[in-house]
Antibody
Framework: EVQLVQSGAEVKKPGESLKISCKGS????????IGWVRQMPGKGLEWMGT????????TYSPSFQGQVTISADKSISTAYLQWSSLKASDTAMYYC????????????????WGQGTLVTVSS | QSVLTQPPSVSAAPGQKVTISCSGS????????VSWYQQLPGTAPKLLIY???KRPSGIPDRFSGSKSGTSATLGITGLQTGDEADYYC????????????FGTGTKVTVL
């Protein structure tokens, strides 16, 4: 059974750094891309970027390029999303999800999702 | 602001049918597969439809998808109270500032 298990909720202050995680199991983690999706309070879904754990090839949404860093450690089947300096506007639920990728780097759909990590940034 | 437009809400009585539209352009829906996701209150999204009209294992055939030109539609027949959720379409956008895009989301209410 494919499972993506995310780290727990975080409460941080503006300016602090943060790294949240997503551990995959039940499939070959190295051979599938992993993506991150943001959902701000009461709002819709936004794709942030994807990473291929096999070689750490990473693609970012233009909206999130330079704002976050996506990484992965294939030895422990875990992907990460990190911020170097959080802002109040980073308050959101963050989901990792497994995408099926198509030709030319396009993304077809997300077939499995993690349970979400709530990040709250407040002074 | 999403490039895929959905109605904010739709509603119907139990047993009835609802349809949710997803309007895009030639750079996204017009030339790429569409998927649909269901997000029940307080839970993570779940894949409902992929490749325009295919259902993953375990998704009942009450849910259907279609695509025509630059628009896609999700249909739900035999509406149940458990179908109350937010529904999102999604597809790849091939424009320069593209990437994977989700629709604005539609809240389905069972009256």
């Amino acid at each position: 059974e494919v499972q993506l298990v995310q780290s727990g909720a975080e409460v941080k202050k503006p300016g602090e750094s943060l790294k949240i995680s997503c551990k995959g199991s039940g499939y070959s983690f190295t051979n599938y891309w992993i993506g991150w999706v943001r959902q701000m309070p009461g709002k819709g879904l936004e794709w942030m970027g994807t990473i291929y754990p096999g070689d750490s090839d990473t693609t970012y949404s233009p909206s999130f390029q330079g704002q976050v860093t996506i990484s992965a450690d294939k030895s422990i089947s875990t992907a990460y999303l990190q911020w170097s300096s959080l802002k109040a506007s980073d308050t959101a639920m963050y989901y990792c999800a497994r995408p099926l990728m198509g030709y030319g780097g396009s993304l077809y759909y997300f077939d499995f999702w993690g349970q979400g990590t709530l990040v709250t940034v407040s002074s | 602001q999403s490039v895929l437009t959905q109605p904010p809400s739709v509603s119907a009585a139990p047993g009835q049918k609802v349809t949710i539209s997803c309007s895009g352009s030639s750079s996204n829906i017009g030339n790429n597969y569409v998927s649909w996701y269901q997000q029940l209150p307080g839970t993570a999204p779940k894949l409902l439809i992929y490749d325009n009209n295919k259902r993953p294992s375990g998704i009942p055939d009450r849910f259907s998808g279609s695509k025509s030109g630059t628009s896609a539609t999700l249909g739900i027949t035999g509406l149940q109270t458990g179908d109350e959720a937010d529904y999102y379409c999604g597809t790849w956008d091939s424009s320069l500032s593209g990437g994977y895009v989700f629709g604005t989301g539609t809240k389905v209410t069972v009256l």
